[in-house]
Structure formats: C-alpha cells, structure tokens
C-alpha cells in the first residue's frame, strides 16, 4: 500500500500542540546575558554622541557596547552580507550590526547592553542616551526616486541598481506600436510586517577552552548562516555550529543573516559567557526584515480579440535602508512572471532600486512573485473591460499552449515552464465557484439598487518555486547554489533515519518525507525519523524558502532510498545466491522471480549490513546513502483563485464572503498538507488586499509596528474557503512534484482586488490601492457619486 | 513590550483596595483583568510603582436582582455578563455588547468595572452603560457615592472616579421592554469599533457613541432630534453633531462623522 497522496496527520502535531516544542527563548544555559539593543529613533541622523554611563552603572549590568566600540574590538571581518549583487555596479553600502556615525533607518541598533536579565537589559538600554542630528529622511520608495534627498549622505543619488531582462526590444516597441488596444497600469504594493506566530530569538553558547560557539536561532536558514557568520565575524566556520530547534513560521523573514545573530556570537564568543535576545513583538518591525514595497508600472499591448502581443514591465523597488541576503534580488525573482500564464510573444522588465530610510525589504512568502501575479492579473482584467469580454474569457484566449496540456515550453521572459493545463483547472474554479449563479445575484442586486455589492474576482497564477539549478541562479548572480543534500540511513533495529539539509519551521515537512520515504523503502512511516536544522547533524544543506523542501530536498530523499534500495540489493543477492537482476523488490521485501517463497525483508538486509558478516566482497558495511540533488529546472505550479466580496457602499466596508481556489502543484505527497498551506497562504494574500501595511510617516516613522494597529487577520475574518486540485506533475524531478508553500499567496491578492473593482465597476471604479480599507473604499465611491453627479 | 519595575500587591477584600490605594497614593494603579493596563505598561506608556491586583476580590463579583435595578460586582468579567440569563432578559444591550468585546480570552479576563474606570472612548461597554443610562457606585475613604453615566467620563481616559477611590457596583436599570440596538464598525472582530453606536428605546432614547470624541459620549443632538418626533433620517443626520473624532490609520473625522450617520440610523432602524 502506498502512503504517498493520504491524508495523513502531521507527525509534528503532538509535540507542538502539547507545548513540548522547544524554541529558542525556551532554551537557557546557566550564566547567560541579555542583549537589550538601543535602537535609533531616528530614521537618518547623525550620530554626534552616545553616553552610556548611566546604564554601565546598572545593577545587573554587564557591559554596554556603542557600534564605535563594537567595530574597534575588530569583531567584524566584513559587513553583513548580500548574497545577490544583481548588477557589476549595483551599490551596497556598509551594513555592520551596529551603527557607528550615521543611523540610516528607525530601528537600527546603535548600542547594545548586556545584563543579568531580560528586563534589566530593556531598563539599562532605556538610560542610554544617543545625541543625534537630523537629517532629512527619506520615507517612501517615491521620495527616493525624485532624489531631493539621499538616504545615505554619502550618496548622491538613492538608485542601487538597474536591472533589466528585455529578451528582445524591437520585437516589444513593434507590439505596443502595432497594438489595437493597450493599457497602463500603476500598483502600489505596499510595505508588510512578516509577522510569525514566534518572533526571532537567539542564544549563542561558547565554549572557551576549544573555541566553539553554538548559536540557536530562529531562522530558516541555519547552513547559510554558518557561512555568512564565518565570513562576517572570521571566526572559523569549523568551529561554529548553527541549530534552529522548533521555528514558529518564517515567511522568508527567518531566511536573513540579522545584526542580533553576529552580536550574540561575536559577543558570547568575547565574553565566554552565554549572550542571548528574543525581539518583542514591536521591536520586530524594526529588527527584521519587510515585504514588498514596490511601485509597478504594467503596460499591455494586445490585439483586436484581446489577444497579448506585449508586456512591458517597470518597477521601482525599495530596499529600505540596507541590502540584506538577497534584498535586491526579490523583485528580480518576479520578473520572469509578469508574463502570467499566457503566450506572450514580446516582453520586457527593468527594475530600479532605491534606498529608504526604512527597514530593509526582503522575502516575504512568494518574494517577488505574488507583486507579478498582482500586476498581470490585475492588468488582464483590465484589459477583459477594454474590450468588453468576460475575465475568464481573456485569459482562454490568452493561456500558453492554447490552455491544453504540455510540457517544457519556453516562455517570452525565457523560462522554460516545465508543465501546464490551464483551461481545466480553470474550468474547475468557474465550476466550483457557481461563476454564472454569482453573476445572476450581481445583477439581482445592481438592479434591485441595493446597497451592499457583490463583486467576484478572478486570478490565474503560475509561480516558480523549487529555487534550484544552480546554474540558473549564477546566471542571475545569486551567490549560492540550488541542490540540496540528504542522507538516508538503515539503524541496526531496521528503523530509518533521515537527514535533510532543508529545515521545517511548521511545514510538515518530517511527516511528508517519511510517507516519500516509507513508499521507497517499504516500511511503516511511524518508523522514519528525520533529523535536520543542527548543522552538526546536517553538516549539508541550504535550507528553506522558495518552496523548495519538497521539489528539491524531498527529491533527494526519495534519490537516497533509491541507492539505499540499490545497495540493498546488491547484499540481499549476495545473501540469498542470486543474481541482483532477478530479485524483485516490494513492500519492503526482496524476492527471487519466479521463486516468490525466498524472501528477504530489507530489515533483515540493514541487520545484516550493520554485522558485515556475510557482505558481497569488497562491500563497506552499514546501508546508509547521501544525495545531492540539483534539479535541471524550476518547477511552476499554477492555480485559479475565485475571490467573492460584498462591498457596503455606506461604510466602504469589504467582506470576503466566499474563496474558491484550484491548485495544481503537480503530484501531492499529503493533500492535507497541501491544504494548510494553501489556506494559511491565502489568507496572508488577502490580509495584503485588504488589512496589512506598514504605514510611515513623512519623517520614516513606522505607524503602527505593534499588533494592535498592524493589522494580521484572523480566523474569524475569513470563510470557510472551498479548495479543489488539478494534477500536473512536474518534469523537472523524478517525483513529479511541485510546490505549494507559496502558491495561496500568490493567487489571492489579485483574485480580492479584482472582486472589488468587480464590485464597485458601476461607479466607474477599476482601481483600488492595497489595503482596500473601509475608509479608502469609502473615498472612492464619495468621488465616484460626485463625478458621476456632475456629468449628470 | 517590557515593562518597567514595579512591585505587585494581591489585595482580597474592598478594604484592603483601599487601604493600598491610601498607602501608595499615586503610585499606585489598581489592575483588575489587565487587558488596559498591561499593554500600556509594555508599552512604557504607564509606568506605576505598585500594581495592586484586585481581579481576585471576589466580594466584587456579582450580578444581583436588586428590585429597581441590575446590580452588578465591578469585578463582573464580560463573559459572565454576556451569558447572565438576568442581564439577558433585564438588560439585553449589556449582555450584547459584553460578547462584542475582544475576543474569547479577552472576555474571559476583562471587567466591567476594569472597563469603565479605563473610559477609552473606543470601548464597547461605556457606551452600552449611557444608552442604559445606568450608574456606577464607587468607594474611598469618606466613604460610598453614586456616579450616573453621564457624569462619568470626564476627559480622555479620565474619569469621575479619585484616586482613592475603588469602583465596587454597576448599576443598571431593568429596561426588560425596550428596544435596542448595537452597531459595531472594526476590520476585524477583535478590534475596538472604529465607530460603535448603542441605542436603547424606552419610552425616552438614549443613543451612545463610540470612539467620537475623547471620551464615550452620548448623541445629544439625536436624543434630541428623536424627542421632538424626528424621523430616523432626520436624528441619524445629526449623529456627528457636536462630536470630535479622532483621526488614525482606520480613518479620519469626516470618515468617522459619516459613519456615525450611517449606524445611528442603522441602530434605530433595527431597534424600531
């Protein structure tokens, strides 16, 4: 019996809904101090004095360091890192944990105390006293552009980059000068607070006499941050040892390498005493990474049925205040997407970066791809109105392959997408959604002048996920590889121990590996154990993000089982005298052909490996296999969103009442995984849409970085969302598989957006700026009415 | 999000409320569920040298049929109001609007009294107490007085209430006849109400706003409009009329004026 494509339950569940999850701030060693950072707040200022005599001076106080300190005790061998120079002279200034004479975002730390406790460290950081002088701030991504101003005052332009992806120009100006009809359209993609249900945490353990440090970390990345905090600090990476024990979410904001992680380590190592720091909630706007943050200009050149003949492309980027690990590289990782699923002969992308006196961007679930859903999904709408036909019907006329299946087709932005089959899956989605019932009540309703309107909205996503060839990343300049590493390991007692090198934060990832593994090897998914996330366990691996735990690091587990099976086979032939070609291997037996009585659980073979008393010559003993596995392709899963909103005209009040959606991220391991992920991914899209921004002021002041003004939705905001699947599989790994982490995010954004313009189309409305809030949409039907009122 | 030293003191009686309050004087903040006064002291925002917790008093918790009135133990949490089958039946806004604040946790740690004595102008329960045109009885040392609603929200998060006093009852008169409506306006179910209105039709109407002005206050020139026989379009036109809304990142003045309008009439069409 196969147990891949079951519902089984997460075998996680138990320990962490029982609270026997540990997390970083779970964990305490004797002797350890807090950090408590003294943050700037100013968002650009001049740093003309720091005292921290009075806090010195604190009971419970250990030390207390300025940035100038921290950088003349030469703890930094190089600044923090950005693994993504997208351009030869893309500009990075200097980013090192702490500032020294000029503080570029609200937030930055500027001085950090050491003391006996949590709250004495947060009552010691209080009496630090930073003397600044103001300089003007630049506070938004356009402010950044007109230039009037430079975040940093060393520069004398905010640009940090151009990048362009223009495969063929004359081919793209012939298609918007040929073009019967085209549209422009501006989005703004405003700012997110990644919030994960736990914050980030860190505690750095050294131990003196030989040197090592162990830092725990909430992060996603535990293998890239060993690198990165070698290259940083200099200490030797052969002596650190990076563990992320139970993670509570990331999002892609766990994916970084934080100025907190190299204060712990480069601390704990210089004082030989344990340091550590957990963000509060609020600090958390300030100290980890955002999302989004982009102005996009999407133009259309179609023709006279509607037809795509062109997409041309613009962004303006912010970076915030500093490149993180990949910050410039998120919009690029959008640009081959703007494209959607449709057949688009022409097209071209540029992307200008700019800093800001902000928090730095970053990933944030979809990095890149949920803002290029959003442009081309809401851009086929409005072309679907330009030329009066019916949204699901522009994109039948435009889907790749004519919307039938196929396989590893190239793309105008120079993919090569490894499967599709549009026109089911949406016909599906239309199915499921009742599409013609909800447009009769539209009607009803507009007809019957009432005031509560029901718009419906439609998305038709593709993403890239499995951030894999790594051939294909050095051609965009990413600083690191896309394989992922297993091992696959035989115990004596005929149990199976996995090891990974991508690191579950609340995926699922150990239960949908075992089923990968139990269907390979035979055997019961209750007896695999996966081990990963301590890089002394899993010395291999680059981690988590992009959807790639599956599509690449669930393949090369299933890669390892296979020579696992291999080898067995060899020893199985030695021991029974036959020939390794004639056995058979099922449900975790071999068999001779033809004699189905001689059997050999491959139990009894990993027992006899173990003993090596009766090994085929020459045969090391033990059945244990590694894979590193670097697929030939990204995978692309796609999926129709169908988003149902009642607009109140009187309060501009939004409801989602009713989301359909359709997947299809090629073969499902576990459909009840697949399912939570699209559920939480859809929500954190709609929250987009319709609740979160991290709002600033003119002077770079983050308005609302706690959770009461930031506002995260709830269960109690969403419906009861109706979930469906197309199956596709993958050609760019031998299981088929896609992925499916992002997925949700990505379609729904734009599938909202879309039902509310619906709604509000007889007031003439086709555009709406995210969130769409109450008072926002409010607005727009005030000046709707009056305009409407003056033509009349 | 931490907040600064203080000391702690349980206390389990009235009397020792009191007594610590005459002891610290100022100092002090007295903290009964601690869903207001927690997060303002994460914030930094109140910084009191000594807590006295009285969420544990359990003399002051109570919800009692005192013949006239509804007599309710300051210490009284939301959800012990919200499923009071006397309050239910006596009093049926209350017990409404006690299930429209927060969520589960907050409802289940929260007080009566806690809320009132906070006065935020974006809470629930202050207005319900206006449209009931109820009371509260407080305690100090020159002993016990009565404060109507109406007189007791004096200034943002300012009260009538000293600082040596203790609130110890509710009182809320049994209007078991009367029409009544509660209309909330948030984003999410947890929020405080962008705008909220309460309305209570007894013979007289008594209309409360929330989160119009500086604190909760009542819709005086609706009430009025309503007693000289306005219709519900010309009273709920005046909803805004000597209000001050605040303006925040949910929504400006003119937003909130119009959304008073808009539920004051919502209100009264459903309580009619």
């Known amino acids: 019996m196969t147990v891949v494509g079951t519902r089984k339950l997460r075998k ?15 964990i305490h060693v004797p002797g350890e101090l807090w950090m408590g950072m003294v943050r700037s707040t100013m968002a650009h200022a001049r740093i003309t004095g720091v005292d921290t005599s009075a806090a010195a001076a604190m009971d419970g106080v250990h030390a207390v360091y300025t940035g100038t300190e921290l950088s003349e005790m030469g703890l930094w061998a190089a600044p923090l890192p950005c693994a993504w120079p997208v ?42 006293v930073v003397d600044y002088e103001p300089l003007k701030a630049v506070a938004s991504v356009a402010q950044a552009r007109d230039g009037a101003d430079t975040a940093h005052s060393e520069h004398s332009t905010n640009k940090a980059y151009t990048w362009a992806l223009i495969p063929d120009p004359e081919a793209l ?91 712990a380590v480069t601390l704990a190592n210089k004082l030989g005493r344990a340091v550590r720091w957990t963000e509060t909630r609020s600090e958390a706007a300030f100290s980890t990474h955002q999302g989004r943050g982009q102005l996009q200009k999407i133009e259309l050149a179609a ?82 109105n330009k030329i009066g036909v019916a949204p699901e019907e522009i994109r039948r006329r435009n889907y790749l392959a004519g919307g039938r299946e196929f396989e590893n087709l190239e793309t105008a932005s120079t993919l090569v997408f490894d499967s599709g089959n549009y026109t089911p899956n949406l016909d599906a989605a239309l199915e499921m959604a009742d599409m013609n019932a909800l447009r009769a009540e539209q009607t009803r309703r507009r007809e019957a002048g009432e005031t509560k309107h029901l718009g419906i909205g439609l998305c038709t996503y593709v993403e890239i996920c499995g951030l894999a060839p790594s051939r294909a990343l050095a051609g965009l300049n990413y600083g690191a590889g896309g394989w992922e590493h297993a091992v696959v390991r035989f ?42 996330s301590d890089t002394a366990i899993s010395p291999l691996g680059l981690d988590t993000y992009g959807s790639r735990s599956l599509s690449v690091g669930g393949v090369a587990i299933a890669m390892a089982c296979d020579k696992v099976v291999d080898k067995a086979r060899e020893i199985a032939a030695h021991q029974m ?40 010559d020459g045969m090391e003993p033990n059945l244990q296999e590694q894979v590193s596995f670097d697929p030939p392709n990204f995978a692309f899963p796609f999926g129709t969103h169908v988003a149902v909103v009642e607009v109140d005209e009187d309060t501009g009040g939004v409801e989602l009442i009713d989301y359909i959606a359709i997947d299809d991220c090629g073969t499902q391991v576990n459909p009840l995984i697949v399912e939570g992920q699209v559920h939480g991914g859809i929500v954190q899209g709609v929250a987009q849409a319709l609740w979160e921004e991290a709002s600033y002021d003119s002077d770079g002041n983050c308005r609302n970085p706690s959770l009461l003004d930031y506002l995260v939705p709830s269960a109690m905001e969403v419906p009861f969302m109706k979930l469906g699947s197309t199956v596709t599989p993958s050609t760019s790994n031998p299981l088929g598989v896609k992925g499916v982490g992002e997925a949700g995010t990505i379609g729904s954004a734009a599938a909202v957006i879309n039902a509310v313009c619906d709604a509000l189309r007889p007031y003439g409305i086709d555009d709406i700026e995210m969130p769409a809030t109450p008072a926002r949409v409010w607005r727009m039907i005030q000046a709707a009415k009056a305009a409407q009122n003056g033509e009349g | 999000m931490i907040p600064a030293t203080f000391d702690y003191l349980e206390v389990d009686s009235a009397d020792a409320a009191l007594a610590a309050l005459a002891e610290h004087g100022d100092e002090a903040k007295l903290m009964a569920g601690g ?24 003399e002051l918790s109570y919800i009692d049929d005192s013949g006239g009135h509804i007599a309710i133990g300051a210490l009284t949490r939301h959800r012990a109001l919200e499923t009071s089958d006397l309050v239910k039946a006596q009093a049926p806004i209350l017990a409404h609007v006690a299930g429209q604040v927060g969520d589960p946790a907050v409802r289940h740690r929260g007080t009566l009294g806690g809320s009132l004595a906070h006065g935020d102008p974006a809470s629930d329960l202050p207005a319900a107490l206006l449209a009931l045109g109820g009371s509260v009885v407080v305690r100090g040392p020159s002993g016990e007085r009565e404060i109507a609603a109406s007189d ?49 039709l007894n013979g007289e109407s008594r209309v409360a706003l929330v989160n119009m002005g500086a604190t909760p206050i009542q819709a005086g020139a609706v009430e009025a409009a309503l007693a000289a026989g306005a219709s519900i379009d010309e009273a709920s036109a005046k909803a805004a009329e000597g209000t001050s809304p605040p303006e925040d990142l949910n929504g400006d003045a003119e937003y909130r004026a119009h959304l008073a309008q808009v539920l004051v009439k919502r209100a009264l069409t459903e309580a009619s």
């Open chain 1, 12 to 26: 996680e569940d138990p320990k962490l809904l029982t609270g026997e999850g540990k997390y970083v701030d779970d």
């Open chain 2, 152 to 200: 007791f929200f004096t200034g943002f998060l300012e009260t009538a209430l000293a600082p040596d006093e203790l609130m110890t009852e509710v009182r809320i008169p049994k209007v078991p006849n009367a029409k009544w409506s509660y209309q909330k306006f948030n984003r999410r179910a947890q929020d405080w109400a962008i705008v909220g209105v309460a309305a209570v």
């Open chain 1, 491 to 532: 115990l004596p007692t005929g149990k199976v121990e996995v090891v990974s090198g991508s690191t579950p934060h609340g995926q699922g990832h150990e239960t949908s590996w075992s089923m990968i593994v139990a269907d390979k090897l035979g055997i019961d998914p209750d007896d695999v154990t996966v081990l990963h």
């Open chain 1, 173 to 263: 100006d012939s298609a918007f000068a040929n073009a019967v009809h085209t549209v422009e359209a501006d989005f703004v993609q405003q700012r997110l607070i990644p919030t994960a249900m736990e914050p980030r945490g860190v505690l750095a353990i050294p131990s003196p006499a030989g040197g090592e440090i162990t830092l725990y970390s909430a992060t996603q990345v535990p293998h890239i941050l060993k690198v990165m905090i070698a290259a940083t600090t200099g200490l030797p990476e052969s002596k650190l040892r990076i563990i992320a024990p139970a993670v509570g979410g990331g999002f892609g904001a766990k994916l970084n390498v934080n100025p907190d992680e190299l204060l």
């Open chain 1, 87 to 128: 351009t030869e002279d893309m500009v990075n200034p200097p980013h090192y944990p702490a500032a020294t004479d000029e503080a570029h975002h609200v937030g930055e730390i500027i001085a950090v105390v050491l003391a006996d406790s949590r709250y004495g460290a947060a009552d010691a950081a209080e009496e630090v």
């Open chain 2, 35 to 58: 869903h207001s006064l927690i997060p303002l002291m994460k914030f930094r925002l109140a910084t009191p040298a000594v807590v006295v917790d009285i969420g544990r008093i359990s």
């Open chain 1, 303 to 384: 023709d006279s049925e509607g037809k795509l003949q062109g997409v041309r492309v613009h962004l303006d980027a912010d970076m915030g205040a500093y490149m993180m690990l990949i910050t410039p590289g998120v919009p690029l990782l959008g640009s081959f997407l703007y494209t959607g699923v449709y057949d688009v002969p022409a097209f071209g992308f540029t992307c200008d970066g700019y800093f800001t006196n902000l928090t730095p961007t970053d990933a944030y679930r979809g990095a890149g791809r949920p803002e290029a859903s959003y442009a081309i999904e809401r851009a086929m709408d409005l072309l679907a």
């Open chain 1, 577 to 616: 005298e036959a020939n390794p070609d004639d056995l058979d291997f099922a449900a975790g037996s071999f068999t001779v052909k033809g004699s189905p009585d001689k059997t050999l659980p491959i139990q009894a073979v990993a027992f006899g490996a173990f003993t090596a008393h009766n090994l085929p």
